[in-house]
């Protein structure tokens, strides 16, 4: 069971594969991992005494950051996010901790959730890919429905009194035009965060029909 790996410079966390979206250009379609991992896809979610454990066996000096990021929605285990966290700030304090969501944790617990972040993570990356509602449902497929837009904009700007650093971005991809972009660069320049166009990775998987 791949718990951590490493990827380029950072230590990547694979907590769940747990997600309320099913976006077309998502990479749980191309293969079972990433640069050349074993399979991201877990028999079980491994719990909190195995995820420190596995951080315990790496060197985190090694790494430039801490990367909750794996094949499913991080924030779909936020207790345990948050405890590992916790122990890789106690074991190395310098260490950046990054989270990699779809922003839709409010809507998977029921409630706010910046707040617990304060002090433990200092990177927010935000999957923003798309401008309006009505797109976004028809690229990422929430099961919240067509409100998980707008919740998704709202944990943002949550974010902003919490985390140090908030980054909302898109995908450079056939579903995301020029026209596209723009639109999305003035949102994020509205609401106050960075924006960052992702690079398309395609592994042979195109786009369905309904995101062209």
């Known amino acids: 069971m791949v718990i951590t790996y490493p990827y ?3 230590l990547y966390v694979n907590l769940t594969n747990r997600c309320p979206c099913a976006c077309e250009f998502c990479l ?10 074993d399979s991201l896809w877990l028999e079980r979610e491994p719990t909190v005494e195995e995820v420190l454990a596995d951080l315990d066996a790496r060197s985190l000096g090694d790494f430039s950051e801490l990367v ?18 916790r122990h890789a700030k106690e074991t190395k304090p310098d260490l950046k901790v990054r989270i990699n969501t779809n922003g839709l944790s409010d809507l998977i617990h029921g409630g706010p959730t910046a707040s617990r972040l304060k002090g433990l993570v200092d990177v927010v990356s935000i999957s923003l890919n798309a401008s309006d509602p009505e797109r976004y449902r028809e690229i990422c497929h929430p099961k ?7 919740a998704m904009i709202d944990f ?6 919490y985390v140090p650093d908030v980054v909302m971005t898109i995908v450079d991809s056939p579903v995301t035009t020029p026209e596209e972009q723009a639109k999305c660069r003035a949102i994020t320049d509205r609401i106050g965060v960075r ?14 029909a309904s995101a062209r």
């Open 68 to 85: 909750f990021c794996g094949y499913g929605e991080p924030t779909e285990r936020l207790d345990v996010l948050l405890a590992a966290a």
């Open 28 to 37: 749980r379609r191309n293969g079972p991992g990433v640069n050349g991992t």
């Open 156 to 161: 943002a700007q949550s974010c902003k009194a």
């Open 195 to 208: 924006l960052r166009i992702r690079p398309y990775e395609n592994l042979g998987v195109e786009p369905s």
């Open 144 to 150: 919240f429905g067509l409100g998980s837009w707008q």
């Open 8 to 10: 380029r410079t950072g």
